[in-house]
């Protein structure tokens, strides 16, 4: 049974520009949450999406959008690159029906350096 | 708002002895909790949770914890540290509402001596 992937593992941008990450749940699952981990921090919820659509967002600017497919995947879009978007950005999938005792499983991660 | 506090942000024991990471939480409204674990470049993988069934929680690896809601804590321990063990553990709090994202702690650095 696959657990939740992302790709890619790494990804170096300059200022500005604009970077997709894309994120597959675990099996049976179909809802997708992003995290932002800078160095030295706990993750910090950017969003999440269930049935396509944005369910709760954390405190992050409009630069930071997503979307999810049919297929349950997801991607993480953020436009106009700051130095201060390094970190590892984490997705974790659940079972929205596991009646609010849904678990978040990890993915490995995408480290974006932004020089 | 719901937040975790984690004591400490490196821990270092010896192989074998009591490894205790702590943890507190503060929620209006019953919590639910979990302790993941971070190995070095990797991603966060789940030790154990607790969701109101009972205190003492048991996970992987030997680790377990409890729920103390007149102290708001639930601390991390296991009997005997190995090497292994090793790692960045997280502390991590989400509500119980219809919105589940989690709420992490600052984690706790674990180092095991010889």
């Known amino acids: 049974d696959a657990g939740v992937t992302q790709s890619p593992t790494h990804l170096i941008k300059t200022r500005g520009q604009q970077v997709t990450l894309r994120c597959s749940p675990k099996?049976?699952?179909?809802?997708v949450s992003w995290y932002q981990q800078a160095l030295g921090q706990g993750p910090q919820f950017i969003f999440q999406?269930?049935?396509?659509?944005?369910?709760q967002r954390g405190n992050f600017p409009d630069r930071f959008s997503g979307h999810q497919f049919p297929n349950y995947s997801s991607e993480l879009n953020v436009n106009a690159l700051l130095l201060g978007d390094s970190a590892l950005y984490l997705c974790?999938?659940?079972?929205?029906?596991?009646?609010?005792?849904?678990?978040?499983?990890f993915g490995p991660g995408t480290r974006l350096l932004v020089l | 708002a719901q937040s975790v506090t984690q004591l400490g942000s490196h821990v270092s024991v010896s192989e074998g002895a009591l490894v205790l990471l702590r943890c507190n939480y503060s929620?209006?409204?019953?919590?639910?909790l979990f302790w993941y674990v971070q190995y070095p470049n990797q991603g966060l993988q789940l030790l154990l949770k607790?969701?109101?069934?009972?205190?003492l929680v048991k996970g992987i690896n030997g680790f377990e914890a409890e729920f103390k809601k007149s102290e708001t804590s639930f601390h991390l321990t296991k009997p005997s540290a190995h090497m292994s063990d090793a790692a960045e553990y997280f502390c991590a709090v989400r509500n119980t509402g219809t919105a589940s994202k989690l709420t992490f702690g600052t984690g706790t650095r674990l180092q095991v001596t010889l």
């Open positions: 974790a999938s659940s079972f929205y029906g596991a009646g609010g005792l849904e678990t978040q499983y």
């Open positions: 929620s209006s409204v019953p919590p639910y």
């Open positions: 999406y269930y049935e396509e659509e944005e369910r």
């Open positions: 099996s049976g699952h179909d809802t």
């Open positions: 607790y969701t109101s069934a009972a205190t």
